[in-house]
T-cell receptor, first 114, second 112 residues
Framework: QKEVEQNSGPLSVPEGAIASLNCTYS??????FFWYRQYSGKSPELIMF????GDKEDGRFTAQLNKASQYVSLLIRDSQPSDSATYLC??????????????FGRGTQLTVWP | DGGITQSPKYLFRKEGQNVTLSCEQN?????MYWYRQDPGQGLRLIYY???????QKGDIAEGYSVSREKKESFPLTVTSAQKNPTAFYLC???????????FGDGTRLSIL
């Protein structure tokens, strides 16, 4: 079983600030990492995925991966009230009998106040 | 438009009854997944399938069954052996290992 840990929050930031969401994981061999956003009562939607060490930017979102330290983070710049949601971190089982499945953290609830 | 369709959106189960949740995708994805989410909780994997006619148990498979007879379809049956079925059920699909999973809109199951 792969462990994926997220701060449950809630994380509260003012509009326009940078929101930083963090995730640590136990399996040093993991190769694929994903961030999902889930609004209350809705299904998760993919925000970012990252496979290589370093930063990956997409609009206001930046995913950061550090495999040596076993953490992946999501930065949201210029946070908006519409970003208020639960953010789920997931990592892929990239080999072995569980190849293809994802392991999810329990999510961090983000509130952006105007 | 390509996507994942789950039906019904809401479902009620009587005691001792089996119910089947539908999941269909037209994304030509090889892999499909079923998750359960309880209020305030994360996602728990029930079953997943990487190819047609093959599937694997996830972390909470007891009381559930699946089939994968067609690439596009991965129905989930909640059997009467599942004593606490009330939850939000999510179906997902992906092109394969290491690829992002995309979710349907979910089915909310409650006990009558």
């Amino acid at each position: 079983q792969k462990e994926v840990e997220q701060n449950s929050g809630p994380l509260s930031v003012p509009e326009g600030a940078i929101a930083s969401l963090n995730c640590t994981y136990s399996d040093r061999g993991s190769q694929s990492f994903f961030w999902y956003r889930q609004y209350s009562g809705k299904s998760p939607e993919l925000i970012m995925f990252i496979y290589s060490n370093g930063d990956k930017e997409d609009g206001r979102f930046t995913a950061q991966l550090n495999k040596a330290s076993q953490y992946v983070s999501l930065l949201i710049r210029d946070s908006q009230p519409s970003d208020s949601a639960t953010y789920l971190c997931a990592l892929g089982a990239d080999r072995g009998s569980t190849l293809g499945r994802l392991y999810f953290g329990r999510g961090t609830q983000l509130t952006v106040w105007p | 438009d390509g996507g994942i369709t789950q039906s019904p959106k809401y479902l009620f189960r009587k005691e001792g009854q089996n119910v089947t949740l539908s999941c269909e995708q037209n994304l030509n994805h090889d892999a499909m997944y079923w998750y359960r989410q309880d209020p305030g909780q994360g996602l728990r994997l029930i079953y997943y399938s990487q190819i047609v006619n093959d599937f694997q148990k996830g972390d909470i498979a007891e009381g559930y069954s699946v089939s994968r007879e067609k690439k596009e379809s991965f129905p989930l049956t909640v059997t009467s052996a599942q004593k606490n079925p009330t939850a939000f059920y999510l179906c997902a699909s992906s092109r394969g290992p290491n690829q992002p999973q995309h979710f349907g809109d979910g089915t909310r199951l409650s006990i009558l």
